[in-house]
């Protein structure tokens, strides 16, 4: 997050924008690659349709 923060510069919506969605393909791509090595967050989220709840639940 630091880097991207550092990285990505304008205080303007767009640049805010930018900020947010490489952070959530930043998270996205955490939660699919620790899918693959924890039995905690597989168990947790099993499909990809258990993830896009639980940003649809978070994002309300």
């Not at 952070?23 to 939660?31: D, F, P, W």
């Not at 905690?40 to 649809?56: C, D, M, Q, Y």
């Amino acid at each position: 997050m630091m880097v991207v923060s550092g990285n990505v510069h304008g205080s303007d919506e767009r640049g805010r924008l930018l900020r947010r969605t490489l952070m959530r393909y930043a998270n996205l791509s955490s939660v699919l690659i620790l899918r693959s090595i924890s039995t905690r967050v597989h168990k947790r989220f099993p499909t990809l349709e258990h993830i896009v709840e639980a940003g649809k639940n978070n994002s309300e």
